[in-house]
Every structure is written in structure tokens, then in C-alpha cells.
């Protein structure tokens, strides 16, 4: 077993056991409140389900035009048209993944547990590449290249017709990293990703740094305490982009001037959302929280959705969705986190992330469900 997976592997350890202690510091304390009957003040309706298969990882939904492309952990792949439900295509690729999926309408690819990235032309294989670690976090596909970051806190650019490896940068950092998916994403001509807790911009013919921005800086005792990693989730208006770094702190950095505009302290594993005034983000003990996007200040806090493991927000005009663990999406206001209706999937976690495609809410469930909804 290689070094970075052992590393990985004690992290996941690690990381679990943390998670349990902090879900159960008290039954009183952790205790859900019983949310009602409810009551629907806006309408939604559920418009088509699909499933890819169990999802044991954090999928990463990527929306090209009308289609969305989803992956699960047995290696299915499919481009599904949000309007309908429909298949555009669907693919097995007969191996195990654990991240997925990037895709430009074109190319799309994946990882496998086996550290191969795997790029398929529509839902034809064309070529696979050893990576040299563990990969969480979905590939970029963006101007005839995949990007990729690893666990080790590397980042490498491939040919996205051939597979050839264009170049590849190495940063030093803690010796553990976040068993989540990060950030690899374009503004404008410069590939930004998340290299432990600062946010850089990086020239993507060649992976030079152009800028970095700190976001969260190591604190604690010991090496789980002092994980900063910057999560996937990010709420891009313009070049303004508002990040959260693992169990520390969220802020915005502007991408043109590359510096940090603010941070706030903060304490979650999962992203964010919002618009040109406000973001939105859910914290560990399941408070949702809105801040003001200009200067970080709190607006409101909601403490209903306490203890249900919620998945990142995804902001949709007046509403916030968010999922749960057992697969409830919860539509609230935006003004003040008021309940406006809830809706069921399939009983499992959501483990994707929340995407709007034309007028269709779409979410992925652990047991692989996908699930179309329409607000009306």
C-alpha cells in the first residue's frame, strides 16, 4: 500500500472519529427538534428521477447547457438531460471511483480508487493516466485540458483528445490532508484551486502561481486540528469568490486583485452559496447562516435544520435549498431561513452537490438517486 494511501487512509480514521465525537457530545444537546407537518408556502414539484448507482463519494454534479453528468462509485457515467430525466448517454467503465465528475460537454472524466484518471470522448473511454495519489475532488475540464488535484496537494494539466501530461506542480504542506473534495475551478484565464487554506490563482498552460490569497491559517494541537483545506462549494459573482476552509473560517477573495477581502471564523466541512449581497452556509451542528457578501457580517442564523447533517445551500432567487441525511431537501427563505416546504427523495444522505439546470432543482442521494425537482 503506497504512502499517500496509508496517509489517506488514517486521515478517513481519523476524521470519523472526530466527526462522532463532535455529532455526540450530548443527547440533549444533539437532540433534532421535530420540524412539524409541513406546511407549503411556495410550490414545488417533483419532475423525474433517474439513478447512477450507490454514491460513495462526494459527488460533484457538472451542468453543461441543459445536461447534467453524474457518476457513481461502480464506475457509471451518464449525461442526463435535466428537462426530461432522459439519458443522453450512459457508460460503465467496469472500475471503482472515488471522484467524479468534470466534464465541457465533450470530454468528460473521472478517478478511480486505483489513482487512474479516465477521459471519455461523449461515452467513449479514450484514455487513462496513473495519478500519483489518492484524488477526491472531480477533474476540471475546461480549453482542451483536465485539471486535477490530488490529495498530496499537487495539480496537473492533461491533453484532453490525447491524455498527454502538459505539466505538473508540487506544494509542500501538512502531512495529512481532507478526505473531501476540493477546489479546482476557471475564472476567466486562470485556473484556481485550493492548496491547503489559500485560495490560488495559477497560470493553466503552465501551473505557475499568479497569485494566492489565505483564507484560513493552521491552528490546534495536532495534525486532524490543523486541516485548513479549503472545500468544494464555491460562491463566484464576477471575480468575487467566497470559499469556506475546513472547520475554521469562510471569506471572500478577489480573484482580479488576488487577496483576501475578509474572513470570518466558522465551522463546517461543506460550501457555499449565494448572490452579489448575500452567502449562505450551513454549519457542522446544522445552523444555516447568512452573511452579508461585502464584509462578512452576520445577517441571520437559523437553528431548525440542527443536527441533520445538511449539505451545502444552494441559492435559487428568493429560496435556499439544502439536503439532509435522510434525503430531504428543505426549500427555506432567504430573508430570515423560514421553512417554505419540504420534499423526499429516497430516505439516503444527499451527497452531491445541489445544482439549478434551466428550472430543474437537481439532487443526488447515496443510494444513487437522481432526482429532478421544479419549484413553481
Same mark, same amino acid.
Given at each position: 500500500?503506497?504512502?499517500?494511501?496509508?496517509?489517506?487512509?488514517?486521515?478517513?480514521?481519523?476524521?470519523?472519529?472526530?466527526?462522532?465525537?463532535?455529532?455526540?457530545?450530548?443527547?440533549?444537546?444533539?437532540?433534532?427538534?421535530?420540524?412539524?407537518?409541513?406546511?407549503?408556502?411556495?410550490?414545488?414539484?417533483?419532475?423525474?428521477?433517474?439513478?447512477?448507482?450507490?454514491?460513495?463519494?462526494?459527488?460533484?454534479?457538472?451542468?453543461? &447547457?441543459?445536461?447534467?453528468? @453524474?457518476?457513481?462509485?461502480? /464506475?457509471?457515467?451518464?449525461?442526463? $438531460?435535466?428537462?426530461?430525466?432522459?439519458?443522453?448517454?450512459?457508460?460503465?467503465?467496469?472500475?471503482?471511483?472515488?471522484?467524479? @465528475?468534470?466534464?465541457?460537454?465533450?470530454?468528460?472524466?473521472?478517478?478511480?480508487?486505483?489513482?487512474?484518471?479516465?477521459?471519455?470522448?461523449?461515452?467513449?473511454?479514450?484514455?487513462?493516466?496513473?495519478? %500519483?495519489?489518492?484524488?477526491?475532488?472531480?477533474?476540471?475540464?475546461? %480549453?482542451?485540458?483536465?485539471?486535477?488535484?490530488?490529495? &498530496?496537494?499537487?495539480?496537473?494539466?492533461?491533453?484532453?483528445?490525447? =491524455?498527454?501530461?502538459?505539466?505538473?506542480?508540487?506544494?509542500?504542506?501538512?502531512?495529512?490532508?481532507?478526505?473531501?473534495?476540493?477546489?479546482?475551478?476557471?475564472?476567466?484565464?486562470?485556473?484556481?484551486?485550493?492548496?491547503?487554506?489559500?485560495?490560488?490563482?495559477?497560470?493553466?498552460?503552465?501551473?505557475?502561481?499568479?497569485?494566492?490569497?489565505?483564507?484560513?491559517?493552521?491552528?490546534?494541537?495536532?495534525?486532524?486540528?490543523?486541516?485548513? $483545506?479549503?472545500?468544494?462549494?464555491?460562491?463566484?459573482?464576477? &471575480?468575487?469568490?467566497?470559499?469556506?476552509?475546513?472547520?475554521?473560517?469562510?471569506?471572500?477573495?478577489?480573484?482580479?486583485?488576488?487577496?483576501?477581502?475578509?474572513?470570518? +471564523?466558522?465551522?463546517?466541512?461543506?460550501?457555499?452559496?449565494?448572490?452579489?449581497?448575500? !452567502?449562505?452556509?450551513?454549519?457542522?451542528?446544522?445552523?444555516? !447562516?447568512?452573511?452579508?457578501?461585502?464584509?462578512?457580517?452576520?445577517?441571520?442564523?437559523?437553528?431548525?435544520?440542527?443536527?441533520?447533517?445538511?449539505?451545502?445551500?444552494?441559492? !435559487?432567487?428568493?429560496?435556499?435549498?439544502?439536503?439532509?441525511?435522510? /434525503?430531504?431537501?428543505?426549500?427555506?427563505?432567504?430573508?430570515?431561513?423560514? +421553512?417554505?416546504?419540504?420534499?423526499?427523495?429516497?430516505?439516503? +444522505?444527499?451527497?452531491?452537490?445541489?445544482?439549478?439546470?434551466?428550472?430543474?432543482?437537481?439532487?443526488?442521494?447515496?443510494?444513487? =438517486?437522481?432526482?429532478?425537482?421544479?419549484?413553481?
Amino acid at each position: 500500500m503506497s504512502f499517500i494511501r496509508k496517509l489517506f487512509l488514517k486521515l478517513s480514521l481519523t476524521l470519523s472519529a472526530v466527526l462522532v465525537l463532535t455529532g455526540c457530545a450530548g443527547t440533549e444537546k444533539a437532540k433534532q427538534l421535530d420540524l412539524g407537518p409541513n406546511v407549503p408556502l411556495i410550490g414545488v414539484r417533483s419532475a423525474w428521477t433517474s439513478n447512477i448507482g450507490a454514491v460513495a463519494f462526494p459527488l460533484q454534479i457538472r451542468v453543461v &447547457d441543459n445536461l447534467v453528468f @453524474v457518476a457513481g462509485s461502480d /464506475g457509471n457515467v451518464a449525461a442526463i $438531460d435535466a428537462r426530461t430525466g432522459g439519458d443522453l448517454w450512459r457508460v460503465t467503465l467496469g472500475v471503482k471511483l472515488s471522484a467524479g @465528475v468534470g466534464s465541457d460537454g465533450r470530454f468528460s472524466a473521472v478517478v478511480t480508487r486505483d489513482n487512474e484518471l479516465i477521459a471519455l470522448d461523449g461515452s467513449k473511454e479514450v484514455w487513462r493516466q496513473k495519478l %500519483g495519489a489518492v484524488t477526491l475532488t472531480a477533474p476540471l475540464v475546461a %480549453g482542451g485540458r483536465v485539471f486535477v488535484l490530488l490529495a &498530496d496537494r499537487s495539480v496537473a494539466a492533461f491533453d484532453a483528445a490525447g =491524455g498527454r501530461k502538459l505539466w505538473q506542480q508540487q506544494r509542500s504542506g501538512d502531512a495529512l490532508v481532507l478526505g473531501r473534495s476540493g477546489i479546482v475551478m476557471a475564472v476567466g484565464d486562470t485556473l484556481v484551486t485550493g492548496l491547503g487554506g489559500r485560495l490560488v490563482g495559477m497560470n493553466p498552460m503552465n501551473g505557475k502561481s499568479r497569485w494566492e490569497a489565505q483564507v484560513a491559517n493552521s491552528r490546534g494541537t495536532n495534525e486532524v486540528e490543523r486541516l485548513v $483545506d479549503l472545500v468544494s462549494g464555491v460562491s463566484r459573482e464576477g &471575480d468575487m469568490l467566497c470559499v469556506r476552509a475546513f472547520q475554521s473560517s469562510v471569506g471572500c477573495v478577489d480573484a482580479a486583485k488576488g487577496n483576501a477581502v475578509w474572513t470570518k +471564523p466558522a465551522s463546517a466541512a461543506t460550501g457555499l452559496d449565494g448572490d452579489g449581497s448575500t !452567502i449562505f452556509g450551513a454549519e457542522s451542528d446544522g445552523r444555516v !447562516i447568512a452573511w452579508r457578501r461585502a464584509d462578512g457580517e452576520r445577517l441571520w442564523t437559523s437553528e431548525r435544520l440542527r443536527f441533520r447533517n445538511l449539505s451545502a445551500p444552494l441559492l !435559487i432567487g428568493d429560496s435556499i435549498v439544502i439536503g439532509d441525511e435522510v /434525503g430531504t431537501l428543505h426549500f427555506l427563505s432567504r430573508n430570515d431561513g423560514a +421553512p417554505l416546504n419540504r420534499l423526499s427523495t429516497d430516505g439516503s +444522505p444527499i451527497v452531491s452537490n445541489l445544482v439549478l439546470v434551466g428550472k430543474t432543482v437537481v439532487a443526488v442521494t447515496q443510494r444513487g =438517486g437522481v432526482f429532478g425537482f421544479r419549484p413553481e
